[in-house]
């Protein structure tokens, strides 16, 4: 059996946006928390029912310039509507930098790992 080479150590330093993880990751959990509060205004857009799949672009600003689904959510009008929604979509903060563009997203129809309750979120509760 032949021997496979020894892997390149590359340091963190090395890699984009590995030094701002926790940046990056508190962001995109803002990210996560704003979209949610929008889809789940809308009987229409209110998770849980369908698979959503889509490419967030920000500005520096953290507004969103473009909605790019990835799939559609089998309803041509949930999926105009949920681009709509999102465009100009307010982060409430500019992102980091360094922070890899686009955002995926990817939310499940409920059943085990959906975790969107609106209801909760409504109230301005998270699930612990």
């Not at 473009?66 to 992102?95: E, F, N, S």
Request: net charge positive; aromatic share 2%.
């Amino acid at each position: 059996m032949a021997e496979l080479p020894q892997a390149a150590v590359v340091a963190a330093a090395d890699i984009p946006g590995a030094q701002q993880g926790g940046e990056v990751a508190a962001y995109v959990s803002r990210l996560q928390h704003v979209l949610l509060g929008l889809l789940c205004r809308a009987a229409q857009t209110r998770p849980g029912s369908y698979r959503l799949a889509l490419q967030l672009y920000l500005n520096r600003a953290g507004v969103v310039d473009r909605v790019q689904l990835l799939d559609t959510t089998g309803l041509p009008a949930r999926d105009k509507a949920i681009a709509q929604l999102l465009l100009g979509m307010q982060v409430g903060a500019a992102p980091s930098p360094v922070m890899p563009q686009p955002v995926s997203i990817l939310l499940l129809p409920e059943g085990p790992g959906s975790e969107v309750d609106c209801a909760r979120k409504a109230a301005g509760r998270t699930t612990p």
